[in-house]
């Protein structure tokens, strides 16, 4: 049976919101380490990890860099507005269209879509970016976000991007990027490609 698939850890939800405060470059690094050690322990001894038998072992990342923390500008939609994106089970799935992000990164303005689970209150950036195929997984990362209504501004912290289960698992379904949400630079952040024990 296939699993449908969007968060794939929980501890990449937390403290998105409070590292934009933390003056203290180092400490920040830590806090993203000991989530990151978390999520290798979670995927090591948790019966819901998609990593089994031999394939256990720990997840690769780039280095943490702050500079990929950076504070986007939202624009709302004013009307609810659905959209289809394909899975990776050569699906479709729907999300609805909460908002376009814009930030400024690697010398360049970048917009993203910004979508929510229609079934729950998650929400989430789903990217494509210059990264895939050779570093990361060529479907694609998503990016957890923290979101209240009317607000004008949120931080997005490209280091917590991760991949989607169905990298580890194809027995999970995963939405695949819409292009529009390619960011035409290498989004060197967040988790790498896993290399699977043969």
């Known amino acids: 049976m296939k699993k449908y698939y969007i968060t794939s850890f929980i501890f990449v939800l937390i403290g998105v919101g409070i590292y934009f405060f ?4 180092q400490y920040y690094k830590t806090l993203i380490y000991k989530e990151r050690e978390e999520k290798n322990t979670f995927m090591r001894s948790s019966d819901n990890s998609p990593l089994k038998g031999k394939d256990l072992k720990k ?38 269209k909460i908002a376009s992000v814009e930030f400024y990164l690697k010398g360049k303005t970048h917009s993203l879509i910004l979508l929510k689970n229609t079934d729950s209150q998650e929400y989430f950036i789903p990217f494509l970016d210059s990264t895939n195929e050779t570093e990361t997984y060529t479907g694609g990362r998503y990016l957890p976000v923290e979101i209240k209504k009317n607000t004008k501004e949120i931080l997005l912290d490209f280091n917590k991007a991760y991949n989607p289960y169905c990298h580890y698992d194809s027995t999970y379904t995963c939405p695949i990027p819409p292009a529009e949400n390619f960011i035409q630079a290498y989004i060197r952040a967040g988790e790498k490609l ?3 024990i043969h």
């Open 22 to 25: 933390y003056p203290n470059e």
């Open 59 to 96: 997840l690769h990342y780039y280095p943490v860099d702050i500079s990929y923390r950076v504070l986007s500008k939202v624009h709302f939609l004013k009307k609810k507005n659905f959209i289809e994106v394909m899975s990776s089970d050569n699906n479709t799935v729907f999300f609805e």
């Open 194 to 196: 896993y290399t699977f």
